[in-house]
């Protein structure tokens, strides 16, 4: 997947979403290596929120509306759970924006080239409403919110946006000669 400038409505949660909420643990079996499975993570991704968040994924098609979600402090915390990203890149999602990553939520994110995980320095997901569209500038390292008239400035990926690029760990090995 090539890096470049992304627009779409953002889905937005609060501090502390954890692997079980991001993909529950009784979906870990399912395979994402075939077309039948990684369409069904689509279908279950989010699907541990409470309540009290809107739907994420359509029944159907186990694809979202949104290709971002803006996040507190501390997605992805929990278990290792390397399916976790990959359920969000399979429902749609592209971008998570958060306040800070569990730090294997973040390497997954990168490893299997599903997600860009997105730091920045302030409390966004507390100013945004889930629906409000917004754009991530990679080459200016900005998001902007239309809704909001702001700019906010994201930490770079550095050369780890190669491996995303790549379609993930094994094929940037692959790509470099490293397999």
Do not use: H
């Amino acid at each position: 997947m090539k890096v470049c400038d992304l627009a779409g409505p953002t889905f937005v949660v609060k501090n502390n979403i954890d692997t079980d909420q991001i993909l529950p643990g009784k979906y870990i079996k399912i395979n994402p290596a075939s077309y039948e499975g990684y369409k069904e993570l689509g279908l279950v991704a989010m699907s541990g929120l409470p309540d009290c968040y809107p739907p994420f994924a359509s029944n159907k098609s186990g694809k979202t509306i949104y290709k971002i979600i803006i996040a507190g402090n501390n997605f992805g915390c929990g278990s290792s759970r390397e399916q976790a990203p990959i359920a969000l890149g399979a429902a749609g999602i592209k971008v998570v924006i958060a306040e800070s990553f569990a730090r294997i939520f973040y390497r997954n994110c990168i490893t299997s080239g599903e997600l860009i995980p997105l730091e920045i320095k302030e409390c966004l997901w507390q100013k945004v409403e889930t629906g409000l569209d917004a754009q991530i500038k990679f080459d200016k390292k900005k998001i902007i919110i239309p809704a909001l008239s702001r700019e906010i400035e994201f930490s770079s990926l550095g050369p780890m946006i190669e491996i995303v690029e790549a379609g993930g760990l094994f094929s940037y090995a692959k790509k470099i000669g490293r397999i």
